[in-house]
Each structure stands twice: as C-alpha cells, then as structure tokens.
C-alpha cells in the first residue's frame, strides 16, 4: 500500500533552515506528480510547493518563494523540501502527498502522510 | 484570506442532506476541476472528490459533488455522526500558477 513517511522536521530559530524529507514506498514514485502542504496551528490547509513526476517543473506558493525549494530524488523514492530564512508564520504541520497525475496541475492529491510538525521559535 | 470561499460551519441532524459551498473565480474553479477533502480530527486529509464529481474507491455514495461557473457544491445525504469533519475544496489556479484551497468548513453533526 502507498505509504509517505516525514521526517526532519522540529523546533528551528527565526532565520534558520531546515530540510523535509518524504520516503515514498508501495507506488511507483517517479510516476507522480508530488507536493507539501502545511496546516498550522487551529488553521486551515495550505499548499506549500509541487513538483512534476521527473523533477523539472516545480511551482510555489507566494508566501513561500525564493526561500522554500522542492525537490525529489527518484532513484531514492524521496521527496525534499528545503526551507531557508524560517519564519515565526511557516510554523505548521508539513505533510507529504502524492498527486493522482505526473504532471500535478489539478490539485488531487490522493495520498498524504501523516504529517511532520515544524515549530519556528526563538 | 483564502482564495476559494467556503462557510467556516455546517451543521445538520443525523439523516439529513447538507451542502457546502466553494466559491471562486475564473482563473481556479472557473477553469478547472474542483477536488473536496475530508479531514477528521487529529488526523491528515483524505481526498473525497475529485474532478468536480468522482469519488475515489471506498468513499460511500453519500457524498456527491457539483460544480457550474465559478462555484461548486459538496453534498452530503444521509448525515452519519462519523461525518463531522472539516471539509476543504481546492483547485489549480491558472493565474496565481499553484494550488489553492478554501478556508474549510467545520461540520457538526447535532
């Protein structure tokens, strides 16, 4: 069965980085398109980045760009996401998902990890 | 301020139907297909329609999906208390060049 395990996340300072990673198992990972969409405390959801199935075409949120990048190593069945200049508002819960399509223009994310928690504090 | 438009709650007795709205503009629901997700508490997502009106092996026909211009409906019939969830539509949006999601609907079932 698919499963999408989080791991890297915790507690970081203000302007400090962290790096997210997603180990994919049960699908063929270099087929899907993937994603990180976070939900901080008592909020809602909110799509974070995403990428295509081979790596080369990867979107972002406004409130993310230019210092968030996405990632994936195929050969690994891993996904990345690389967060630098953390902020007190990029506190929330990451998770993994993985889109129904290779190329994710549509929003259908069929499998989610259970979450990794990232708490940016001084 | 989220993109897409959603009720913050919902509520209905056991048995009865409730709808959700998802309000958006040309350039997300106007243009492309509307995905609803069902979140239960301490729990991750799960999708539950997909492509404005499929529901995804495993999700029960109770819950149906709709969507005409820049709007879109989730209706769910036959409420059970195992509903109370919150709801969340989502769709690409061609002008912002990502995915965006509603607020979320908190659902409560009386």
């Known amino acids: 069965q698919v499963q999408l395990v989080e791991s890297g996340g915790g507690v970081v300072q203000p302007g400090r980085s962290l790096r997210l990673s997603c180990a994919a198992s049960?699908?063929?990972?270099?087929?899907?398109?993937m994603h990180w969409v976070r939900q901080a405390p008592g909020t809602g959801l909110e799509w974070v980045a995403g990428l295509w199935y081979d790596g080369n075409n990867k979107y972002y949120a406004d409130s993310v760009k230019g210092r968030f990048t996405i990632s994936r190593d195929n050969s690994k069945n891993t996904l990345y996401l690389q967060m630098n200049s953390l902020r007190a508002e990029d506190t929330a819960v990451y998770y993994c998902?993985?889109?129904?399509?290779?190329?994710?223009?549509?929003?259908?994310?069929?499998?989610w990890g259970q979450g990794i928690l990232v708490s940016v504090s001084s | 301020q989220s993109v897409l438009t959603q009720p913050p709650s919902a509520s209905g007795t056991p048995g009865q139907r409730v709808t959700i709205s998802c309000s958006g503009s040309n350039s997300n629901i106007g243009g492309n297909t509307i995905n609803w997700y069902q979140q239960l508490p301490e729990t991750a997502p799960k999708l539950l329609i997909y492509n404005n009106n499929q529901r995804p092996s495993g999700v029960p026909d109770r819950f149906s999906g709709s969507k005409s211009g820049t709007s879109a409906s989730l209706a769910i019939s036959g409420l059970q208390s195992e509903d109370e969830a919150d709801y969340y539509c989502a769709a690409w949006d061609d002008r912002l060049i990502g995915v965006v999601f509603g607020g979320g609907t908190k659902l409560t079932v009386l």
């Open positions: 998902v993985r889109d129904q399509r290779r190329i994710p223009v549509g929003a259908t994310f069929g499998y």
């Open positions: 049960g699908f063929t990972f270099s087929g899907y398109g």
